[in-house]
């Protein structure tokens, strides 16, 4: 559901409220080192294991190995997608270590109440055969890692739907101007990023998702959030009940935080990505203000808990993918992360479903090849 987001925000949409109006940018104005501390968590989970010994580091991280769940995503679509971008080696790397990419990659990230069980539907979850992503955010890292832009993409927006492969062997059927979170509804991850593929012409070279259960305990892990809202907030859908002003939220109301859409702004899916924003810029500062390798043991309890809620594509399906991953964006300044929404209007046989606003739209995407 969430990503580290620095930088700048910008607004590609319309209709969005909060700190994404007017389309004006932002510094964070966080330290390099803070930044660099909040972006590299999971080498600095690597790290803390091996203050606990090397047994116990050794049986930890297999644990958090383990804990990942995985999807053959690039088996399933095959080759009929659009080009993979070319990933160079770091040039300074050491003859004798495994150099660190440094090409452009797309990641698509998802925020979804996928995975059935009790602890989801008491947040308000789907069971496993009404999952949702209701959070849709393409991550891209310009060639270098010095540079990254995080686009969302409505989850009202409509879309033609491609068919999609199914474990089955089955296909779903092709569909014109659907919401575009049936596709993960209808196909899972697999549909998912052949949706996105499909409206953005952009390869997807990695997925990532977060359950809600999972980002509920994240912040519990984390001892809460502190965030600040502009506007009241009283969403019997969201069950949140806030005043505007500064507040400290636990996992359950910072994931109802999240979700919350019918009492802010206009109501549309567009209010709902500007707290979205502002959430996760709220997280990243408590993360990188916590000294995380002074408590090796709450550091794994955090690590335990962000693995065990992700699900990736199995590129990225261990602990040593994902921390080269974070490594290589240790050059990524504060101030080199731009957020935005995908440039939409409303649809004009549906006031409550928006569509692309072209051409910007496709500008934006030929811009992250």
């Known amino acids: 559901m969430f990503l580290p987001v620095r930088g700048h925000e910008k607004s590609g949409g319309t209709g969005d409220d909060g700190d994404e109006a007017g389309g004006e940018a932002e510094g964070s104005g966080i330290r390099t080192g803070r930044r660099a501390k909040a972006l590299k968590i999971t080498g600095l989970t690597l790290a803390g294991l091996l203050v606990l010994g090397a047994g116990a580091a050794g049986w930890a991280y297999w ?44 990641i698509l990230v998802l925020g979804s109440d996928s995975r059935s069980g009790e602890e989801n539907q008491a947040l308000g979850g789907g069971d496993s055969g009404g999952a949702r992503s209701d959070t849709a955010m393409v991550v891209h890292l310009d060639a270098g890692r010095t540079a990254a832009t995080v686009v969302s993409i409505p989850r009202d927006t409509l879309v033609d739907r491609p068919s999609c492969p199914l474990q089955d062997g089955e296909s779903t059927r092709p569909a014109s101007g659907v919401m575009f979170n049936t596709a993960y509804e209808v196909g899972g991850p697999v549909c998912a990023v052949k949706t996105v593929e499909s409206l953005t012409d952009v390869r997807m070279d990695h997925y990532i998702e977060i359950d809600f259960s999972g980002f509920a305990r994240l912040v519990d892990a984390l001892g809460g959030v502190t965030v600040t809202t502009e506007e009241d907030i009283d969403d019997d859908r969201s069950h949140l009940t806030l005043d505007a002003g500064t507040h400290h939220l636990d996992g359950k109301d910072a994931l109802a935080l999240a979700r919350t859409r019918y009492d802010i702004g206009d109501g549309s899916d567009l209010g709902r990505i500007g707290l979205q924003h502002q959430l996760v810029k709220a997280l990243l500062e408590q993360i990188a203000e916590e000294d995380l390798l002074a408590g090796p043991t709450r550091l794994y309890r955090i690590a335990d808990t962000v693995t065990d809620s992700l699900t990736t594509d199995t590129g990225l399906d261990s602990l040593g993918e994902l921390t080269r991953l974070a490594q290589s964006l240790r050059d990524l300044p504060s101030d080199g992360v731009t957020t935005l929404t995908m440039p939409v209007v409303p649809a004009p046989w549906d006031r409550n479903r928006v569509i692309a606003d072209e051409p910007e739209a496709g500008e934006l995407w030929e811009s992250l090849k």
Request: hydrophobic share 35%; proline share 11%.
């Open 63 to 106: 644990q958090l190995n383990d804990n990942i769940d995985s999807v053959d995503i690039d088996s399933a679509l095959g080759d009929d997608r659009p080009a993979r971008a070319v990933t160079a080696p770091s040039p300074d790397a050491s003859a004798t270590a495994t150099p660190l990419p440094t090409g452009s990659l797309n």
